[in-house]
């Protein structure tokens, strides 16, 4: 296991006497300095000694992936603040400059363990024979193969850009590799000029170059280095520097005014190409005055924004090309996950939904391609279904979503679809599905305005023997397969006519706009319910809250960042209600304040899944209540996006939500929990049981449920056949 220190995300104020004054900025962490303690959670995992080697691999390259995002968004966002005059401090007590400050140091501490990890990992693989080689370790016939393979596949993708009075300052595309090179004409001493040659990777070039019948690699711009030669004929190569930019994400305008939203997005993704940079990272010892022009025409900050990996690779998310070896010992052991066992021996989705069900569905151990997918193909092909409703906020082209809507459509179900086009990096591809089922006569809408469309809904409505029914699917998740075999995610199957009802008032809201007062049964919808719903149950927690019974209030989701939310929290484990959070990374509130939150419990799970369910549990004095739904407790979700929460009423759902919270709350392998100061400690196990994580557990609980279901069926069919045998 790796000796990765927590990050401290305290305020300064927080070392003084705890305040009873909730609105005082030393009870909130700061959303920016959270999320990275969760990306050095995950840093840990790349240096803990217990996760195969190609799995510490892949959490390598997910905290380069993380990084990317976090500057793309998240600086981007702050720097434009900073652009723009604000000054405000946030509810945790700093200005965007500062917060920029603090980030900085803490992705510079984190960047030099990532440095220690790749050392460590480089030296283990090559025991397995895997290995990215340099030049100098090469054989003539390997650098031979090499040579032919740059001229034949990267040669003809490459133009040098000279850098001089006749030739400005080339545009750097955001997250490209580029080599800066500094050359002079053989003789004149003296005189030298800048070229740029931007490394083609893509498709048909990868990244690493795999060498014949082996496992071993030589990275890109390492070949394109080593052919200079050949791009730079008769000229004398003085320097050579590996970089790279990252440009800011935050491109979106105000659509209030859009008189077309489809053609706003699609200029907001032209716009995104040129977009500020916000970060240039750079490798080798690259020369003052070369860094300092970089900057200065990059528009940086050379001692802030700039980023020196030494000798260290850049874009370390490109590590996912080798991650992908198939070599079992290296990584976790094989899983898919299994059929649900009531709808595997169903012969119809919408029958068993109707006598046996609800459902709940807990992906990636249980398949969406057999429960979520399954339930959109035999709507798709049901004569029976009359409309098929749903949004879509992320899909990918391995899922067959958008095959079987089309497939409804064209077997004359009325298809109808909010298709978010804000999804951020999603939004191509989301403008390339709603084409394609527009022209297959799906009615496609964008949501409404001013509000993205976050919700993970399908409604399908079916003619049963006693008239029009519908049949619900609500989930946590995107309708992604991809994801739905790396996320852990929750989907409800049910029928439940109030749902039903709701979810009718909730399409048509989608597809028209119009806000006049709608009223929901069951469900609750952001931005008009859901916030003020689960501030009257935490309301309701204290209420009920007595020696007797006491209070408890659990909730597991992706961030808890909504300031609201966060003071009514402490209000509750002031009364003494018990509050348990299980949050994946931000969290703004700070357990085990005397007198604030002493009840209060936070942990966050990093392990092999992503965890991504959201899940928020009331005791609420014995009658207990459980919702599910896709919206996290941040502002953005409450008060800016469409979202579906529901409520799980089965007392059999019930039970195994309970199961999944407990197992989680439980755990001593893949949880942190966090101290008072906003720092977090991995929990160690203290006997072998605990050396299972909670997510090898679920793995077995969901196995065994298969298995248990699977002896049911046998000792019925049994039983069938031996009162067969008696007639």
């Known amino acids: 296991m790796s000796d990765v220190a927590p990050l401290n995300t305290e305020n300064a104020a927080s070392k003084s006497a705890v305040p009873q004054?909730?609105?005082?900025?030393?009870l909130y962490l700061n959303r920016e300095l959270t999320w990275l303690a969760f990306n050095r959670r995950v840093l840990n995992e790349a240096g803990d000694e217990r996760n195969p080697l190609l799995e510490r691999l892949k959490f390598l390259a997910i905290v380069s992936s993380n990084l990317d995002e976090f500057f793309m968004k998240r600086i981007g966002g702050l720097k434009q603040q900073i652009g723009a005059g604000v000054s405000a401090r946030?509810?945790?007590g700093r200005t965007p400059k500062e917060q920029i400050v603090e980030c900085y140091a803490e992705v510079r501490d984190q960047e030099g363990i990532q440095h220690d990890i790749l050392q460590a990992l480089t030296v283990a693989l090559r025991e397995h024979d895997i290995a990215i080689y340099k030049y100098t370790e090469l054989s003539a016939e390997q650098i031979e193969y090499l040579s032919g393979y740059f001229h034949d596949n990267i040669y003809p993708l490459v133009t040098p850009?000279?850098?001089?009075?006749a030739h400005p300052f080339p545009f750097i595309s955001n997250l490209s590799l580029n080599l800066m090179v500094q050359v002079r004409f053989p003789g004149e001493e003296s005189k030298t000029s800048l070229t740029r040659i931007k490394i083609p990777i893509g498709e048909d070039v990868p990244r690493f170059i795999r060498l014949p019948e082996s496992t071993h690699f030589v990275a890109i711009e390492d070949v394109v280095q080593h052919n200079l030669n050949l791009l730079l004929p008769e000229m004398d190569i003085v320097s050579c520097n590996l970089f790279r930019v990252t440009r800011n994400a935050n491109t979106e305008r105000d659509e209030e005014h859009a008189d077309d939203l489809l053609s706003?997005?699609?200029?907001?993704?032209r716009e995104r190409r040129f977009a500020p940079i916000v970060r240039l990272q750079v490798q080798g010892d690259m020369d003052e005055g070369t860094r300092g022009m970089l900057a200065a025409e990059l528009g940086l900050d050379e001692h802030e924004d700039v980023f020196n990996a030494g000798g260290d690779m850049l874009a370390m998310r490109d590590m996912f090309q080798l991650v992908?070896?198939?070599?079992?010992?290296?990584?976790?052991a094989p899983f898919q996950g299994v059929d649900h066992p009531e709808l595997r021996v169903a012969s119809n989705v919408f029958y068993a939904i109707r006598e046996t069900g609800p459902f709940l569905l807990h992906h990636p151990y249980e398949s969406f391609r057999s429960s979520v997918e399954r339930f959109l193909k035999e709507a798709a092909n049901d004569p029976k279904v009359r409309a098929v409703k749903m949004t879509l906020y992320r899909t990918?082209?391995?899922t067959k979503v958008v095959d079987y809507l089309v497939q409804a459509a064209k077997n004359g179900k009325q298809v109808a679809v909010v298709v978010e086009l804000k999804a951020r990096f999603d939004e191509a591809a989301n403008i390339r599905w709603a084409a394609r089922m527009e022209e297959a006569g799906i009615h496609v809408t964008y949501g409404v305005v001013g509000l993205k469309t976050h919700s993970k809904i399908i409604l399908v409505v079916r003619k049963d023997f006693n008239g029009l029914r519908r049949y619900l699917h609500i989930g946590t998740g995107n309708y992604h397969a991809g994801t739905a075999r790396l996320y852990s995610d929750l989907g409800l199957l049910t029928n439940d006519p109030d749902m039903g009802r709701d979810a009718t008032e909730l399409f048509n809201y989608l597809a028209t706009g119009y806000t006049p007062e709608r009223f929901y049964r069951k469900l609750l919808p952001a931005p008009k319910v859901l916030k003020a719903s689960l501030l009257a149950r935490i309301r309701r927690e204290r209420d009920l809250h007595n020696a007797g019974n006491p209070g408890l209030i659990q909730?597991?989701?992706?961030?808890?960042?909504?300031?609201d939310i966060t003071r009514a929290l402490y209000e509750a484990s002031s009364d003494g209600v018990h509050v348990d959070l299980i949050v994946r990374d931000t969290c703004r509130l700070r357990p085990g304040l005397p007198g604030i939150s002493e009840n209060v419990r936070v942990i966050s799970i990093v392990g092999r899944f992503l965890e991504h369910t959201r899940v928020y549990y009331f005791q609420?004095?014995?009658?207990?209540e459980y919702l599910i739904g896709s919206a996290d407790a941040m502002k953005r979700n409450l008060e800016s996006r469409v979202e579906v929460v529901a409520p799980v009423e089965s007392e059999g759902l019930r039970k195994e939500l309970r199961a999944l919270l407990d197992v989680q709350l439980s755990d001593y392998r893949n949880a942190w929990e966090m101290q008072s100061d906003g720092s977090y400690v991995q929990r160690v196990p203290r006997n072998e049981e605990e050396e299972r994580g909670c997510q090898e557990r679920l793995i077995g609980m969901a196995q065994e449920r298969v298995k248990q279901a699977k002896r049911y069926q046998m000792g019925k069919t049994k039983r069938h056949v031996a009162g067969r045998n008696l007639r």
């Open 21 to 26: 004054d909730l609105s005082d900025p030393s």
């Open 90 to 92: 946030t509810v945790d």
């Open 161 to 165: 850009q000279a850098i001089d009075p």
């Open 264 to 269: 706003l997005i699609e200029s907001e993704l």
């Open 324 to 332: 992908s070896l198939d070599i079992p010992e290296l990584h976790d």
């Open 396 to 398: 990918s082209s391995d």
């Open 555 to 563: 909730f597991k989701m992706n961030a808890l960042e909504d300031v």
């Open 620 to 624: 609420n004095g014995g009658e207990e």
